[in-house]
């Protein structure tokens, strides 16, 4: 086995790697130290009978290590004997076998592969994401994580810019400045291609620094961001968004730091991107927003796709995942859409370029436009069908599961629950964590009444490594979680229901908490007692599962339960309400008593009319609690 010991900070670090390495006998056959980045302090010589590559990270790495078998840790790592043999056996059945470290999470800090190139990406970079396909070993490898903080200054010691901003715009004085002021200290310059403003969009741009170049628009998103990529051209990296995006990023130096220490690992870098709609973010996706601008190129007039090719010019770029950076997405908000009647500009592209090239892309193109105007579009399915089989699940999973999805969504809509259910399943058959194709199977197992089903179906999609889907849902996934929880109580599994119901509520209490009322009379009927539901209760935002409980137990009962919810959980209105109205007809006037501590929640009217259903259960002192003048959160007098 040949070992590799990535040195990224002091030599005094790497001799001590060398020498765990050296205790192992005779388990390395040969060991190799590479520098992971200019401010590590090896040089060639510097060790006895190890060899040291000029070149840095992964390509040192591939340097030395050939395509033969190679275990990899970094010189803040301390892993022994049995740890290491653990982590090369596991190469019989996994290309690639990660350790867990000190806290339970795996991560590149050691692992064995039987070639290099099973390993996506910058392959020694502190974080990066790890190859899916990876075994997860539980070998526990202690991991200081000085290896993070080794980076270099933000500033590049030439002229050449770190990074800059590359945008096309269009009569944007409304949400530029704010766009611009995100990137404020994150970039050296901004480079904007304009395709024809007609109001204050190029002196905004001005007094923020930034360079115009005038183009004409053809109509072709892709054209005009290539263009846009070509003014920065002599930038290190390109930071690429739009006027209605805002850049956020938790430490601006650290981001550019960790930036320019490992640019000669990285050819580009993926980063979350949230669609806010007016209900909240609607749904994210990973998307490159930073490449090199000589290696990037867009293509398709509409829903244009990044591609980023490697330092040869012809493999895929080195791409990164998850770095401290996100970008939150406000065009799909409806103040956006009407001031710019974004949606009907895309279809219009979207239909001329299917029309001019009617390959899968340009349907699949065509067919979300459509659906953002109208989900259950008639056209759009039928573009979805028309494509579905020509579209291969071994090479392009993440649109084959999407394109399955999107149909068994309007399955379900149009009530032909099987077909829906069929669908989704041939969905999570190549991505089991497509969120939409979840979901959807989830409503239409229950809906069939097979909640079994729903519950091997769970099981089966959750011991599969997961693929990468176009989109994430956040609700998709509380709402499915919520009618898994529900198909376990159905099935007699209830610790395991309540747990995952609670889960659900945790992440989306409004989301979830229609499902989990549904649950409730399922519940009771397993024999659960009814103060399993206070957790759920404490959650509830809306007083659905308090008023599913009353419809199934006492008033006094549901009296109790919502109070003990009331008193673990933040107190929401909907269910004071409940409270004191089951209280007050239960005639449990301590009930009652202990629930007025909750009225600062409650509007003047509810309290009005609470108060005279008090007064209708003689109960006086309970209604001038009610009408005393109590201060709402809007501080609304009584």
């Known amino acids: 086995m040949h070992v590799v010991v990535v040195a990224y900070g002091s030599r005094a670090d790497a001799r001590r790697a060398v020498g765990q390495v050296r205790g192992w006998g005779n388990l390395a056959s040969s ?35 050939g395509t033969a078998a190679v275990l990899v840790i970094h010189d803040d790592v301390r892993l022994d004997v049995d740890g290491a043999r653990e982590l090369i056996a596991r190469l019989e059945t996994a290309p690639i076998a990660v350790a867990t470290d000190r806290d339970g999470r795996a991560g590149l800090a050691c692992f064995a592969a039987r070639s290099l190139e099973t390993i996506e990406g910058a392959i020694v970079l502190p974080g990066a994401r790890e190859n899916d396909d990876a075994s997860r070993v539980d070998v526990r490898a202690r991991h200081s994580h000085s290896c993070r903080r080794q980076l270099l200054d933000d500033r590049l010691d030439g002229a050449e810019p770190l990074l800059v901003a590359s945008m096309i715009v269009k009569n944007e004085e409304k949400h530029l400045p704010e766009a611009l002021a ?24 001005r007094r923020h620094g930034g360079r115009i170049r005038e183009i004409e628009w053809r109509n072709d998103f892709a054209w005009a961001r290539n263009e846009a990529l070509t003014m920065c051209g002599d930038a290190t990296f390109a930071l690429m968004f739009d006027a209605d995006e805002r850049i956020a990023v938790e430490d601006t130096k650290a981001f550019r730091r960790w930036l320019r220490t490992w640019a000669h ?47 040869d010019g012809q493999s895929t770029g080195r791409i990164a995942t998850g770095t401290g950076m996100a970008v939150v997405h406000l065009g799909y908000r409806s103040d956006v859409v009407q001031s710019r009647n974004k949606h009907q ?17 340009t349907a699949v193109d065509l067919a979300r436009s459509l659906m953002a105007v109208d989900p259950d579009s008639d056209e759009a399915v039928e573009l979805f069908d028309s494509v579905a089989d020509t579209v291969d699940p071994e090479t392009t999973a993440t649109a ?17 629950h099987r077909e829906a259910a069929n669908l989704a399943k041939l969905a ?42 176009l989109f994430t849902v956040p609700r998709n996934a509380t709402r499915y979680r919520a009618m898994v929880g529900y198909a376990h109580v159905c ?9 995952l119901l609670e889960h659900a509520m945790d992440a989306d209490p409004a989301g979830a908490a229609d499902l989990v009322a549904k649950a409730v009379p399922e519940i009771l009927a397993a024999g659960a007692d009814p103060s399993s539901l206070v957790p759920l209760i404490a959650r509830d935002e809306t007083g659905h599962i ?3 409980l009353a419809s199934q137990v006492p008033p006094s009962t549901t009296a109790s339960i919502s109070l003990a919810g009331l008193m673990l959980g933040e107190p929401h209105a909907a269910v004071v309400t409940v409270q004191l109205s089951a209280a007050l007809i239960a005639g449990a006037h301590d009930l009652a008593s202990a629930g007025l501590a909750f009225t600062d929640v409650l509007d003047s009217d509810t309290r009005s009319k609470l108060a005279d259903l008090a007064v209708r259960k003689n109960q006086p002192d309970i209604a001038a609690g009610l009408v005393a003048a109590v201060p709402t959160k809007t501080g609304e007098p009584a």
């Open 345 to 361: 500009r895309n279809i219009d592209i979207a239909r001329a370029t299917h029309d001019a090239d009617p390959s899968a892309k």
């Open 31 to 65: 060991l190799s130290v590479v520098a992971a980045s200019p401010v590590s302090d090896v040089a060639p010589g510097a060790f006895d009978a190890v060899t040291i590559p000029t070149t840095l990270g992964s390509a040192g790495i591939r340097e030395v290590a």
């Open 491 to 499: 099935s007699g599994s209830l610790e395991q229901g309540l747990e």
């Open 428 to 469: 999570l058959d190549r991505t089991p964590n497509e969120d939409i194709a979840l979901a959807t199977a989830a409503a239409a197992l229950l809906a069939l009444g097979r909640s079994d089903e729903l519950v091997a179906l769970h099981a089966e999609t959750s011991n599969r490594p997961p693929g990468v889907p």
């Open 400 to 416: 084959y599961s999407y394109i399955f999805a999107m149909r068994a969504q309007h399955a379900y809509r149009r009530g032909n």
């Open 265 to 311: 690992e990285l050819d580009a870098i993926k980063v979350r991107v949230d669609n806010e709609r007016d209900i909240g973010v609607a749904s994210s996706i990973n998307s490159i927003r930073i490449a090199r601008p000589g290696a990037s190129r867009f293509d398709g007039a509409i829903h244009e796709v990044l591609t980023v090719t490697g330092p």
């Open 182 to 205: 995100s990137v404020a200290g994150l970039v050296d310059r901004i480079d904007i291609c304009d395709t024809g403003s007609t109001d204050s969009t190029m002196s905004i741009i």
């Open 546 to 548: 308090t008023t599913a």
